[in-house]
């Protein structure tokens, strides 16, 4: 998706200097780069709309798109722009949803600079405008927080995509690698495990399985024992003595480019001791996982808690 820039007439913020907009050189890889079939239920959008609420079937998205970004800021070593970063991609998103009647709304998050760049294109020549909300309103205040929030925003010259910007910290390096987000999810499905030694097998068994069921394409037999070593990694450093209900989740997911994700979801939400867990100076776990072809890191979960995560990529075929 090429986005050009709007005149400021457009935006009523200044737009980001030439070298900084959308398309230009320098872009990383992008957190999010989706094209979103609109699903509304027969006759149910036009109600939703009215109400200025979304349907059921495009209620899901924001969520999930949120998710995806809190873990791309993650790896990006970016956790406190999260909150501020989810705002404004929600926002902008579900005024797409609600505000357009294209059948696709594209959504495109990524580093360039010293910006955070999210882009919403609902494929209708109509460009947002912030409208006074009344103070007790629910509702019309997306563009308004935006206006507020960003550092600039705008829209493209054919009025189909809004944009806006969030400054990086200042410390951050502009050549800090940016590793792009994981194809979109295909196929997926969660294990709940106890705190306690019972999850190790329960995990190995259940892993297999549900491996077979997926169908991945990849080394199985090393994605059960990574999967093993994630969850030990849990019970050693995830959880607190003595508090009850406490739980493990494991969730194993397949994308388009059939790469597998791994994760392992505990209570604790640090890790303090990540990079001497990768080494294997805290045992064999985490660096037994990478020895096994699995890419690591960690993030916060949505919830609470953190979620370690491994991506392994799938066998490539002999030519």
């Known amino acids: 998706m090429t986005t050009h820039l709007a005149n400021q007439e457009h935006s009523g913020r200044h737009a980001p200097a030439a070298e900084e907009q959308p398309g230009g050189l320098g872009r990383l890889g992008p957190a999010i780069d989706l094209s979103i079939k609109r699903r509304p239920a027969p006759g149910a959008q036009e109600i939703c709309e009215e109400a200025g609420e979304l349907c059921e079937e495009n209620a899901a998205w924001p969520y999930r798109l949120r998710r995806i970004l809190r873990a791309s800021l993650n ?117 709940r495990l106890p705190c306690n030694p019972a999850a190790l097998g329960l995990a190995s068994i259940q892993g297999r399985t549900q491996l077979a069921l997926l169908g991945w394409s990849g080394n199985q037999h090393a994605a059960v024992q990574v999967l093993y070593a994630l969850v030990r990694n849990a ?57 096994l072809g699995a890419t690591i890191d960690w993030f916060l979960s949505a919830a609470s808690g953190k979620t370690v995560r491994a991506v392994m990529q799938p066998e490539r075929a002999e030519l």
């Open 75 to 191: 790896h990006w070593r970016l956790p406190s722009m999260a909150e501020t970063a989810e705002l404004l991609l929600t926002e902008l998103v579900t005024n797409a949803f609600l505000h357009a009647d294209a059948p696709t709304v594209g959504v495109r998050v990524y580093r360039q600079g010293d910006l955070l760049m999210i882009e919403v294109n609902d494929g209708t020549p109509q460009a947002p405008l912030p409208r006074p909300a009344g103070f007790l309103s629910e509702h019309g205040r997306g563009m308004l927080i935006v206006d507020a929030l960003a550092k600039s925003w705008g829209v493209s010259e054919d009025h189909m995509t809004t944009w806006c910007s969030l400054s990086l910290p200042q410390n951050l390096s502009k050549t800090d690698p940016a590793p792009a987000a994981a194809a979109p999810v295909q196929r997926e499905t969660e294990l």
């Open 235 to 291: 019970l050693a450093y995830g959880i607190t003595p003595g508090q009850p209900g406490q739980f493990l989740t494991a969730a194993l997911r397949v994308t388009e480019a059939d790469e597998l994700l791994i994760d392992v979801t505990d209570p604790n939400p640090t890790f303090p001791d990540f990079g001497k867990a990768l080494a294997g100076e805290l045992g064999q776990g985490l660096g037994e996982a990478q020895r």
